[in-house]
């Protein structure tokens, strides 16, 4: 009876031994499985891209926000409005006439024809090579008297942060020579200073930079964000390289880009209601606070600020350029 017994134990142990090996097969297999994944949850919701501009060439497109700063230009509405010419002055070392620089004012003058359909635009070039902000309010005085312009359109900035000049003293010659300028009844458009990958940290030419856009915002004159148009195609399809030649100097294309750039501003800027329409929207109780957009008219520039692609403007940023006063010619210095 014994051998049965030891048998049965032998069954027992085999059948014990087996169960075991299942079960650390089992283990086995758990702990190589690779773990189940969670089910993502669905990305948060991202804004949208800012659309660029598509009334510009695609190698300059870029978004309104990073292109200009809208402010009213009272004598080329007056000039608009007189079916006369529209003179502008150009100043500031791309307008220098030296090099790619040279066609410059012609890129600017067919820029603005074309975006000013029947109107006659004269650009007059009188940068010179390395100037700074308080040599050009110099010789602005004897520009003005002579061109006897509507408009001056001025680049300003990059050479006095190569050049090192105290900010300070910077800000207040343009300050300055952007306050004479409105004193005759002469519209101003600033063009703030080129991007360049060198500078991008420099934390004296981020100031110079902000520098041009507190006169410009102080002054309410009309702003080129060169830099940050520059700075956004940098990240794009056109580089620095396409853009900026050498001693940071804008080679064709950086000449065409900022030729149009400057007309957007332009032509968005004369759609900025007059003062006097503000001051009615804002004072008759019967009114919203939202001016209402007037019939386009033939004399007004053919820029629509709110079409595909272009930065939304607010309320306040509509409108068809109305009527102007006649400017005082220019006081003699």
Known sequence: ?????????????????????????????????????????????SAPAEAVDQSL????????????????????????????????????????????????????????????????????ARGLPGEVASGAGERLRSMVAEVEPDLVVWQVGTNDALARVDIEAFGEALEDSVKWVKSHDIDIVLIDPVFTERL???????????????????????????????????????????????????????LRCMAEHATRAITLSLLQPDAAKLDASKTDGSKTDTPKTDTPKADAPKAEPNQAGAAPLDPAQTGTPGSAEKPAPPKQP
């Open 1 to 45: 009876m014994a051998f049965p017994q030891a048998a049965a134990g032998t069954q027992g142990a085999r059948r014990r031994l087996a169960l075991l090996s299942l079960s650390l097969l089992g283990l086995s297999l758990l702990s190589s499985a690779p773990a189940r994944a969670e089910v993502p949850a669905p990305p948060a919701a």
């Open 57 to 124: 060439s695609p190698e300059c497109r870029v978004p309104g926000s990073k292109l200009y700063t809208l402010a009213r230009l009272k004598a080329v509405k007056a000039a608009l409005k007189e079916k006369r010419p529209v003179r502008v002055l150009s100043i500031g070392s791309s307008s220098a006439g030296l090099g790619a620089s040279a066609s410059y004012p012609v890129k600017l003058e067919n820029a603005l024809e074309q975006a000013l359909p029947d109107v006659q635009v004269d650009v007059e």
């Open 200 to 254: 991008a940290e420099d934390a004296y030419y981020t100031e110079m930079v902000r520098t041009v856009q507190d006169v410009a915002r102080r002054e309410a004159v009309p702003l080129v964000h060169r830099y940050a148009a520059m700075r956004y195609l940098s990240t794009r399809g056109t580089t620095e390289v396409h853009m900026l030649g050498r001693h940071f100097r804008l080679n064709d294309l950086g």
